[in-house]
């Protein structure tokens, strides 16, 4: 194996995904090049600092209560207003197109 | 269609817990019910909104589009998954669908970012070895500032797929269907991403700089 080889084998092997023959010869090319043992090391350290740094927030905070009424009122469960724009939208266009939009996840999360 | 959602027996509702019982009054219409599935969820779906749309008004578009979906579609959830972990998996959906109306413009390529091979397929550029842990890293207030800034200068389909699998931690199966790709392309698609990732991140960790 070679570093060119060796560096796409990496996800698979950080997953468990290498059959029995490709993590010897990973490992074998692993433990001979320091090159790629440092390559590896700074990926995985990539990885971790994504899933902690890039997470951010953790959404502690409250969503904001102008969303909250502007969500019950997208749902139907009160008169519809327009909090972004600032403008009072009519309640059936509002009803109308929070149904299209919510078609359209839907359709794409469960129709697919 | 909702148990395609993976179910996990861990993640399984009780019978009688609170959860079973804001899922009960959900299904009968409670209006009180929705408002706290809102207000109890909202706060921690509105973070993921934003991390992936980085619009303020976008991840309120989106947020809002996933709960009206939510709500249409409470008789077809199961319980066999956390109420917390079906809205997670719409937020996101919601968040694709976004990103997918607002992309106008041909994305960066990712090559540059990739690591070069020599003829005798020793790498281009040899590796440095970085000078601190991520542990020690992440102890570093400016480390989250550095990582935040490099994810956002990922290509935004690498970008998306680092999202879903590292952060918002999504298996390969959940993402290739959320995509509407097969579990190959996530795959490579996330590599291509880590290893830009890395190759953002490399002059300000490597061992050596200041």
Redesign the interface.
């Known amino acids: 194996m070679?570093?060119?080889?060796f560096?796409?084998a990496?996800?698979?092997f950080l997953e468990g995904d290498l059959d029995a023959h490709r993590r010897r010869t990973f490992l074998r090319h692993l433990a001979g090049c320091g090159?790629?043992a440092?390559?590896l090391?700074?990926?995985?350290?990539?990885?971790?600092?994504?899933?902690?740094?890039?997470?951010?927030?953790?959404?502690?905070?409250?969503?904001?209560e102008e969303?909250?009424r502007?969500?019950?009122a997208?749902?139907g469960?009160s008169e519809a207003r327009s909090v972004?724009s600032g403008r009072r939208a009519p309640s059936h266009l509002w009803n109308m197109l929070?149904?299209i939009?919510?078609s359209?996840?839907?359709f794409?999360?469960?129709g697919? | 269609m909702l148990a395609m959602v993976a179910p996990t027996p861990s993640t399984a509702l009780d019978p009688g817990s609170d959860e079973s019982l804001l899922l009960a009054a959900l299904r009968r219409g409670d209006e009180g019910a929705f408002e706290r599935l809102v207000r109890e969820h909202g706060g921690r779906l509105l973070a993921v909104s934003r991390r992936f749309l980085r619009n303020e008004e976008d991840a309120r578009d989106a947020l809002q589009d996933a709960f009206v979906s939510a709500f249409r579609s409470v008789d077809r959830f199961e319980g066999s998954s956390r109420l917390s972990t079906w809205l997670h998996r719409i937020v996101v959906n919601s968040c694709l669908m976004k990103l997918r109306s607002r992309r106008r413009h041909p994305e960066e390529p990712i090559e540059d970012l990739l690591p070069k091979f020599l003829e005798d397929g020793h790498a281009a550029v040899p590796s440095v070895a970085w000078r601190r842990s991520a542990e020690e890293l992440l102890e570093i207030a400016e480390t989250r500032t550095l990582v935040r800034a490099a994810i956002d200068r990922l290509p935004e389909s690498y970008r998306t797929v680092l999202m879903m699998r590292d952060i918002e931690e999504l298996d390969t199966a959940e993402a290739a269907r959320l995509l509407d790709v097969s579990e190959n392309a996530v795959k490579v698609r996330l590599h291509r991403a880590r290893q830009a990732l890395r190759e953002l991140l490399d002059p300000a960790l490597r061992g050596g700089a200041s």
């Open positions: 070679t570093c060119r080889e560096v796409p990496i996800l698979d090159d790629c440092r390559y090391e700074s990926y995985r350290t990539s990885v971790a600092l994504s899933r902690e740094a890039g997470a951010g927030s953790d959404g502690s905070e409250p969503v904001p969303l909250v502007s969500i019950l997208a749902t469960a972004f929070a149904g939009a919510a359209q996840v839907l794409f999360y469960f697919s």
